[in-house]
């Protein structure tokens, strides 16, 4: 090969793994990535059943309740508004009535939502930011005019 | 007192570091070699002024001296003495300083073994590093200072963080910035050279120990950080692609691209520009690292209580360096002349291939993880960039590397020839592709991406191993024994590297075969997994050093006979409300049973029971990589004045 064919070769591989990671990431991103919401917002923007998001919020106080095998309702809520939570599997260590949860999983028909995975904060100081970013919301949103203010995006 | 000369020390390695990073650098540029040589006393200095430090801050966690407002947060007279000693770098101004201390290491590193660096290059090279140990001193001094008191200093402190409280947490961090700051050395060997305008062969050969030492430490360190994962958070995961994981996993794919492309350099004076460039990028991504898991713009178990000013400090740091070496590099880069071209199949080309891949991979991750925080930003929009991202585009980024691994291991330099290589690996081939068949068959293919996966380690291990026993064979079975012995070592190092990825391969293929079980259990319940009877005996109560926990008793049987008691609790430590999971493990081969219990209702108690085949292997692969790396820091042929190099591995083994 000459040295031109050669750099060209190289040019050309390299152009063409660039091409493949770009196009990889760029579906990726088109589908493999889930939103957070606060039930405020998956009111608002009346989300579909079947939508996968992360649903964070306070776990509501008194809503826990635990059924036979390893099923277990709880409500997030934000303050404004809650949606019922099913899950099956154990709850993670630091799951607790009126502390932060995040929720991975869809919205059912019923305006329920089935989680596949829960995720509490790792320790008592520190809350999931979405969770206290959505709470804070929340509150600027009920201080301030109804149904304005918490207007996402 | 002590911890007032700690503080002073701090300050005082600032002064030194600011004229470390001025004198030799003028005297490089005059030609004087009396300025020069301020570098190597400079460089011991610092190191010693920060090991002071690191040594007060380490009495005082040792002496409980709450009167320091560090100490008070996170240590408490009741913690064992490995807790109060590792709960120094628990915390952000520790950890900080932790960082420091091991930047000025590599820098009295090069300054005590680099005897045989052209001395031009070793000033300007300390003097890079001592600017990069400035700007942290500074970020010490005005944001994190780990040395402010408490008045009146209170009696008990807060004690660590529960989760920290592990002897695996006690190690992950130290070998974790051997690596992650071990690209600094790496870093500044490149700017110096950009500065003296000199990139060759030599520069490589130079710099490719240090490369390694780096590549060594992060490679175990992310390891062993992952195995903590997997047995304290209690759910069986061992890498969640949370961003602070992924801040360390990309350094590590630019670093082990940086490794390979400076072999390229070292022997055919070929990829100056690019592997200067990834000495650069490297250590920038360390730097981004340890902005996003500093500056509090993550939120993640990593993720210390965080502070605006800090942020930005680290952004401002971020930016200086980043920015004046890719400025420095776009100045100099082009008048550096371009190396050799060659062919596209051969040992060269195949170290192109994986360079590619593996930077691709990499910007792949940096996007997963930067992308959440730039659409938060633009839109307000919270995403989560998870496992489907990330499965889909860094594994399949990942595979040709892989695949093409046993391939370029056996290519001849500057020419070879595919197809005779292809009929070397037709063992390898087969093997892989019988394991491949013969696991489908059993699970009836459920599961390709994990077959596929099986099949490749397989092949990868073989394939590997197979490069060494070709080249003992090259003459004859009757001197292979003493061919082998006579191989160069990092030629064995590459191979027995390669087999670790192989076997971290078959590792995580295996996580698609894993068992799992959910069950609230009454004393006497059991489950099966792995054909063994597990059976519940009942929890109780127990009182720890600075812990109470719930600890559940189960007996394991296999057929009749009993083989393991097992011991899974959770603790809920002193001071703190919120328990943390202990699990328990019983390996069995290279598989592992693992259990977990969570809440407790009357008598029951949920039990996540789990049996994980192979699993071993995800970290025993890392650890074998690491080894290698090790066996390749002993070779004769890193010949700088060969001698010394041997006793210098063996002194940065046991620094490490």
């Not at chain 1, 099913?86 to 869809?106: A, K, S």
């Not at chain 2, 942290?136 to 008045?151: A, D, E, H, W």
């Not at chain 2, 004046?324 to 062919?343: I, V």
Request: proline share 5%; hydrophobic share 50%; glycine share 10%.
């Amino acid at each position: 090969m000459t040295r031109k064919q050669r750099r060209l070769t190289l040019i050309g591989a390299a152009g063409l793994v660039l091409a493949v990671a770009v196009g990889l990431i760029l579906t990726a991103l088109n589908d493999r990535i889930v939103f957070f919401r606060s039930p405020a917002e998956v009111a608002e923007l009346k989300l579909q059943p079947g939508t996968r998001f992360r649903l964070g919020g306070l776990v509501e106080n008194a809503s826990v309740s635990k059924s036979e095998g390893q099923k277990v309702t709880f409500r997030v809520t934000d303050g404004a508004k809650s949606i019922t939570v099913n899950h099956t599997g154990i709850l993670p260590d630091l799951f607790r009535e009126g502390q932060g949860v995040v929720c991975e999983g869809t919205l059912q028909p019923d305006g329920s939502f089935t989680a596949d995975t829960v995720l509490a904060k790792h320790d008592e100081k520190y809350m999931p930011r979405e969770v206290s970013d959505a709470l804070k919301k929340q509150g600027h949103w009920q201080g301030d005019q109804p149904g304005q203010g918490g207007q996402p995006k | 007192m002590i911890v007032e000369t700690g503080h002073f020390a701090l300050v005082l390695a600032l002064v030194v570091a600011g004229l470390t990073m001025v004198v030799p650098l003028m005297g490089a540029m005059r030609g004087d070699a009396r300025l020069m040589a301020v570098a190597n006393p400079g460089a011991l200095a610092q190191f010693a002024l920060l090991a002071l430090a690191f040594a007060a801050l380490t009495a005082a966690y040792v002496g409980s001296d709450f009167s320091v407002q560090n100490v008070y947060e996170n240590s408490h007279t009741d913690q064992p003495l490995i807790y109060r000693f590792s709960g120094v770098w628990g915390n952000h101004e520790g950890s900080i300083l932790l960082w420091v201390l091991i930047l000025t290491l590599f820098g009295a590193c090069v300054a005590l073994f680099g005897r045989n660096i052209p001395e031009a290059l070793r000033a300007v090279t300390l003097s890079v590093q001592s600017s990069i140990s400035a700007a942290f001193l500074l970020f010490i001094l005005f944001t994190s200072n780990p040395f402010s008191r408490l008045f009146p200093s209170p009696a008990e402190g807060r004690s660590l963080n529960p989760v920290l409280q592990d002897p695996g947490l006690a190690v992950h961090p130290p070998l974790l910035y051997v690596g992650y700051v071990g690209f600094s050395i790496v870093f500044s060997f490149a700017a110096a050279a950009l500065i003296l305008g000199r990139i060759d062969a030599g520069w490589a050969r130079i710099v490719r120990p240090w490369i390694l030492t780096a590549w060594v430490g992060l490679t175990a360190g992310i390891a062993l950080g992952s195995y903590w994962a997997y047995y304290e958070l209690g759910w069986g995961g061992y890498w969640f692609w949370d961003p602070v994981e992924n801040s360390s996993l990309m350094p590590w794919l630019s670093g082990t691209a940086l490794l390979h492309s400076a072999i390229v350099m070292e022997r055919r004076d070929a990829l100056k520009i690019w592997t200067i460039l990834l000495a650069i990028l490297t250590f920038s991504l360390s730097l981004l690292g340890t902005f996003l898991v500093r500056s509090g713009v993550l939120t993640s178990v990593h993720a210390f209580a965080s502070d605006p000013a800090r942020g930005v400090f680290i952004l401002l740091i971020l930016c200086m360096f980043i920015g004046g070496a890719l400025a420095l590099f776009a100045a100099r880069g082009p008048q550096m002349a371009g190396g050799a071209l060659f062919s596209p199949i051969s040992r060269e080309g195949s170290l192109v291939l994986n360079n590619l891949f593996l930077s691709a991979a990499c910007a792949a991750v940096l996007i997963g993880t930067l992308y959440p925080l730039a659409l938060e930003a633009l839109t307000g929009d919270k995403i989560s960039v998870g496992p489907p991202f990330f499965n889909a585009t860094f594994l399949p980024l990942c595979l040709p590397v892989v695949l093409a691994m046993p391939f370029g291991q056996q290519l001849a330099w500057k020419r070879g020839d595919l197809l005779s290589i292809a009929s070397r690996l037709f063992i390898a081939v087969l093997v892989g592709g019988l394991t491949a068949l013969a696991v489908a068959a059993t699970t009836h293919g459920t599961d390709v991406v994990a077959i596929i996966g099986l099949g490749l380690g397989v092949f990868v291990v073989v394939g590997s191993l197979d490069d060494l026993r070709v080249r003992a064979f090259r003459s004859g079975a009757a001197n292979a024994l003493s061919r082998f012995a006579g191989l160069p070592r990092t030629v064995i190092a590459a191979a027995i590297a390669h087999m670790g990825v192989g076997l971290m391969v078959i590792g995580i293929s295996a996580t698609a075969f894993h068992e799992e079980r959910i069950a609230a259990m009454a004393p006497g319940d059991k489950v099966q997994l792995d054909g063994l009877d597990i059976v519940f005996g009942g929890a109780r109560r127990v009182v720890g050093p600075n812990f109470a926990a719930t600890v559940a008793n189960f007996a394991v049987f296999d057929g009749g006979a009993k083989v393991a008691e097992l011991h899974p609790g959770k603790r809920t430590y002193v001071g703190r409300t919120m328990p943390t999971s202990e699990t328990a493990r019983l390996t069995r081969g290279l598989g592992q049973i693992y259990l977990a219990i969570g809440d407790s209702h009357g008598d029951k108690v949920d039990v996540r029971a789990y049996w994980k085949p192979w699993v071993l292997l995800i970290w025993i692969g890392p650890l074998v990589m690491s080894l290698a790396g090790l066996l390749s820091l002993t070779d004769r042929r890193l010949r700088i004045a060969p001698p010394r190099r041997v006793r210098k591995a063996a002194i940065l083994e046991a620094a490490e």
